[in-house]
Nanobody, 124 residues
């Protein structure tokens, strides 16, 4: 059973930075991809960024390209999301998720396991 635990959310002013972490347990790291998604009140869950465990291949949503960086630490089974130049529209609950596919996918249906989420609030 895969378990994902997010941390690092909080309240930050516009232009600030946060780093989210997602600790994964119960997985085989060489065969999975990981994704970060977010969901704002009244909106659908959307893809933010994804990474392949084996070689670090990444993919980003256009809205965060150049501001967010996803990375992973294989030894710690942890995926990170460094968020810089935050904007009020980045406010959402952020979730990490794991997929059994080797290609980073944007659709949430490709992901089998999800964390509980961590709140990120960006004030203007």
């Amino acid at each position: 059973q895969v378990q994902l635990v997010e941390s690092g959310g909080g309240l930050v002013q516009a232009g600030g930075s946060l780093r989210l972490s997602c600790a994964a347990s119960g997985r085989t790291f060489s065969t999975y991809t990981m994704g970060w998604f977010r969901q704002a009140p009244g909106k659908e869950r959307e893809f933010v960024a994804g990474i392949r465990w084996s070689d670090g291949t990444t993919r980003y949503a256009e809205s965060v390209l150049g501001r967010f960086t996803i990375s992973r630490d294989n030894a710690k089974n942890t995926v990170y999301l460094q968020m810089n130049s935050l904007k009020p529209e980045d406010t959402a609950v952020y979730y990490c998720a794991e997929s059994r596919l080797l290609v980073v996918r944007r659709d949430s249906t490709a992901y089998n396991y999800w964390g509980q989420g961590t709140q990120v609030t960006v004030s203007s």
